[in-house]
């Protein structure tokens, strides 16, 4: 078995890892209750998902400057996604505060 070939395998089986950690990712997104639990695990499977699929694909390709594209890539998913799912998490608990103050305060649902 070739080296070439070794690296196709190795770089197949990250994919196909890294496609299921993007599953299992998606699976929290619709099963877990609330807001928070729902990014949390979207944003650490996405994240790994993106890693390995994304380490799998510079295999495939065998070229040092994809590798290093992609690695740029995957940085500038991982800023967006800490930074998305912080602004997110804080609109939720701006969200519940305001309940909090208007059920305080004697209002509600009309």
Do not use: Y
């Amino acid at each position: 078995m070739s080296w070439q070939t070794v690296l196709e395998v190795c770089g197949l089986i990250l994919t196909v890892v890294g496609a299921g950690f993007f599953t299992a990712g998606t699976v929290g997104l619709i099963r877990f209750p609330d807001v928070r639990s729902r990014l949390h695990a979207l944003t650490k499977a996405d994240n790994v998902g993106l890693g390995l699929v994304l380490t799998g694909v510079a295999l495939l390709m065998g070229s040092l400057t994809v590798a290093g594209l992609l690695v740029i890539t995957w940085l500038a998913a991982l800023a967006a996604a800490s930074v998305s799912a912080r602004i997110l998490a804080e609109g939720e608990h701006d969200g519940d505060q305001q309940l909090v103050e208007d059920t305080a305060a004697g209002g509600g649902d009309d």
